[in-house]
Each structure stands twice: as structure tokens, then as C-alpha cells.
């Protein structure tokens, strides 16, 4: 039996602290005290019965009953939310809203394109698409503030309670400006960026692990010279201004690339290939609209089949 003593707020900060990995973080992002957040997860923790946190070096992270706690709050919040939408979608007599998260790969090749064809279906639900690292974007899914996430497969510590439906595989590039001194180097080596500025994905985000392996087994531990960024924006006016190279997904440079704007250097990254595909939470029964939007997104793959 549900105990009753657990409430919404309970369930909503417990959430917070768990993706913020902070009290202080999670008052700031729910506008209320660190005192109430801290008095809020005691309470849950005595009618639980069990630890939810521990320490973490100067931090915090979920105990072991925690991670199991995590996934039903989840689902529980979620569950609420859509519920909301629902009256909401009553009230209104229009489709019931479509949240997607994209990486920014997706969202510079066909999601504009399956947008698009999704609006001409008529289907009167209201989308909103989101771009932003693969982890905000699964902790968004997993708390119902999205419906389905189009990006790389996460990690499988970041997987849990979520399904994964691959759609095609894709390979991160380095690119550099037209005049980068590297595009006319011959028997370029991956070493010779050692010498330059680098733009690289960060710590944490779901294509840092290829890329570090890429290097490692070309013999370079590190680069001198990083920035990390998630950036488009950034990247793209770093290395038309500097002689800097950028590493990132493919997708996202793909269009500078064919119209000549940027250069990928000539280096064999198929070690760095991962599948993209549709997360979206387990045992979820789809809206129409979210099953219109999902087929709308594998029938615009399947149409670019090749590109990627």
C-alpha cells in the first residue's frame, strides 16, 4: 500500500537533488531554501525508512537504495504530469502536447524535415523540441518533461527504466576552417593537433568516451590545449576565426561540409561510430500524436538512408 505521508514535493525535490547532485542546486532550480529542500528529503527518508544520499566528496550522489528509489519517482512524476496534460488536452480539445529532446546532430540534419511533415498532419498538439547534452536530455525524459529523446544510445548506467529503438549509426569528425595550416599538411597524424587549439565534447557527454578512445589508441593521452563546449554556435565562429579544429558529431557539420565551409580532416573515425536512435520510457503507451511523431522520424531516416 501507497503511504500516504509521501506527497508531490516529496517525489519533485528528491528528483531535483538526484539530477543536480545538490541541495544548493536543486533550491536554486525549485526557487525555494536549502533548509526546505534539506527538511523535505529527511522527511522522505523517515517514512521510506532508508537513506537516500550520501556524501560525495564535497558533493552528494544516490545511495544504492536511492538509484532503486529513482526510477519509480520518476515514472510516479511522470505519470502525474501526464495526467495534467490530459485534462489539459480535454479542456482544450486539441492533440495532447509532443516534447522532444534532441542532440544538436539531430537536430541540424532531419528533425526540421520530420517537423515539418508532422505539423502538416494536422494533428492540433503542440511541439516543442529541446536541444542539449544527452544526460539533461534523459533526465528530462525520465521526469515526463519530455516524451521521447532522438540522440546516441546513453549509457548503461543512464539507460534504466528507458528503451532504446536504433535508427542508424554515426561517426564523430575534426574539422577545421578552409585555411587551417593542418588542410594542406600532407600524412596528416592525429598528433599534429597538439600544436593547435582543440574544441572538444566534455566530460560526461555521450560521445567524450569515442573520442578519448581515438586518441588514446593513436598514442596521445591528452591535448595541451582544450576548450570543452557543447556549443554550435561557439564551434562554428571558433574555427572560422582561429586556427583551431573542432571535434564533434558529424551530423552537426554536415551541411558546412557539404557547402564548403569547413574541411573534416582526413582521419579514419570509424571507431567512433554510434548508434542514434528514439528513447523513450519503458511500458510507456504512446499518445497518437507522439506514435505519428516517431514514425514521422524513422520515415525521414529511412528517406536519408546513405547520408549518414
Same mark, same amino acid.
Given at each position: 500500500?501507497?503511504? $500516504?505521508?509521501?506527497?508531490?514535493?516529496?517525489?519533485?525535490?528528491?528528483?531535483?537533488?538526484?539530477?543536480?547532485?545538490?541541495?544548493?542546486?536543486?533550491?536554486?532550480?525549485?526557487?525555494?531554501?536549502?533548509?526546505?529542500?534539506?527538511?523535505?528529503?529527511?522527511?522522505?527518508?523517515?517514512?521510506?525508512?532508508?537513506?537516500?544520499?550520501?556524501?560525495?566528496?564535497?558533493?552528494? %550522489?544516490?545511495?544504492?537504495?536511492?538509484?532503486?528509489?529513482?526510477?519509480?519517482?520518476?515514472?510516479?512524476?511522470?505519470?502525474?504530469?501526464?495526467?495534467?496534460? $490530459?485534462?489539459?488536452?480535454?479542456?482544450?480539445?486539441?492533440?495532447?502536447?509532443?516534447?522532444?529532446?534532441?542532440?544538436?546532430?539531430?537536430?541540424?540534419?532531419?528533425?526540421?524535415?520530420?517537423?515539418?511533415?508532422?505539423?502538416?498532419?494536422?494533428?492540433?498538439?503542440?511541439?516543442?523540441?529541446?536541444?542539449?547534452?544527452?544526460?539533461?536530455? +534523459?533526465?528530462?525524459?525520465?521526469?515526463?518533461?519530455?516524451?521521447?529523446?532522438?540522440? %546516441?544510445?546513453?549509457?548503461?548506467?543512464?539507460?534504466?527504466?528507458?528503451?532504446?529503438?536504433?535508427?542508424?549509426?554515426?561517426?564523430?569528425?575534426?574539422?577545421?576552417?578552409?585555411?587551417?595550416?593542418?588542410?594542406?599538411?600532407?600524412?596528416?597524424?592525429?598528433?599534429?593537433?597538439?600544436?593547435?587549439?582543440?574544441?572538444?565534447?566534455?566530460?560526461?557527454?555521450?560521445?567524450?568516451?569515442?573520442?578519448?578512445?581515438?586518441?588514446?589508441?593513436?598514442?596521445?593521452?591528452?591535448?595541451?590545449?582544450?576548450?570543452?563546449?557543447?556549443?554550435?554556435?561557439?564551434?562554428?565562429?571558433?574555427?572560422?576565426?582561429?586556427?583551431?579544429?573542432?571535434?564533434?558529431? %558529424?551530423?552537426?557539420?554536415?551541411?558546412?561540409?557539404?557547402?564548403?565551409?569547413?574541411?573534416? +580532416?582526413?582521419?579514419?573515425?570509424?571507431?567512433?561510430?554510434?548508434?542514434?536512435?528514439?528513447?523513450?520510457?519503458?511500458?510507456?503507451?504512446?499518445?497518437?500524436? +507522439?506514435?505519428?511523431?516517431?514514425?514521422?522520424?524513422?520515415?525521414?531516416?529511412?528517406?536519408? $538512408?546513405?547520408?549518414?
Amino acid at each position: 500500500m501507497v503511504d $500516504s505521508r509521501v506527497k508531490f514535493r516529496h517525489l519533485q525535490t528528491f528528483l531535483e537533488v538526484a539530477r543536480q547532485r545538490s541541495v544548493g542546486k536543486a533550491a536554486d532550480a525549485l526557487a525555494i531554501t536549502q533548509p526546505a529542500v534539506s527538511r523535505t528529503l529527511r522527511e522522505l527518508e523517515e517514512i521510506l525508512g532508508a537513506p537516500l544520499f550520501e556524501k560525495d566528496g564535497r558533493g552528494i %550522489r544516490l545511495s544504492h537504495l536511492g538509484e532503486i528509489f529513482l526510477r519509480h519517482a520518476a515514472e510516479s512524476l511522470a505519470a502525474v504530469r501526464r495526467g495534467l496534460d $490530459s485534462v489539459a488536452l480535454a479542456q482544450r480539445t486539441e492533440g495532447p502536447p509532443v516534447r522532444i529532446g534532441t542532440l544538436p546532430t539531430a537536430s541540424a540534419t532531419f528533425m526540421p524535415d520530420v517537423v515539418a511533415q508532422f505539423l502538416a498532419a494536422g494533428t492540433g498538439s503542440q511541439v516543442t523540441i529541446v536541444s542539449g547534452d544527452n544526460k539533461v536530455l +534523459l533526465d528530462g525524459l525520465r521526469t515526463g518533461d519530455l516524451d521521447m529523446v532522438v540522440g %546516441r544510445l546513453g549509457a548503461p548506467e543512464r539507460m534504466a527504466g528507458l528503451t532504446f529503438e536504433p535508427l542508424y549509426s554515426e561517426e564523430v569528425a575534426i574539422v577545421v576552417g578552409l585555411h587551417h595550416p593542418l588542410v594542406a599538411r600532407r600524412n596528416f597524424t592525429l598528433s599534429a593537433l597538439a600544436d593547435y587549439t582543440v574544441l572538444m565534447p566534455p566530460h560526461g557527454s555521450v560521445i567524450r568516451p569515442f573520442v578519448d578512445r581515438l586518441l588514446l589508441t593513436h598514442g596521445i593521452p591528452e591535448l595541451p590545449r582544450t576548450i570543452e563546449t557543447v556549443s554550435d554556435p561557439f564551434g562554428r565562429a571558433f574555427i572560422a576565426r582561429h586556427d583551431a579544429a573542432w571535434i564533434i558529431s %558529424r551530423g552537426v557539420v554536415e551541411n558546412d561540409l557539404a557547402e564548403g565551409r569547413f574541411v573534416a +580532416l582526413p582521419v579514419d573515425m570509424s571507431e567512433t561510430r554510434g548508434a542514434v536512435g528514439l528513447t523513450i520510457r519503458a511500458g510507456l503507451e504512446p499518445s497518437p500524436s +507522439l506514435a505519428l511523431m516517431r514514425q514521422v522520424i524513422r520515415d525521414q531516416v529511412a528517406a536519408r $538512408s546513405g547520408r549518414f
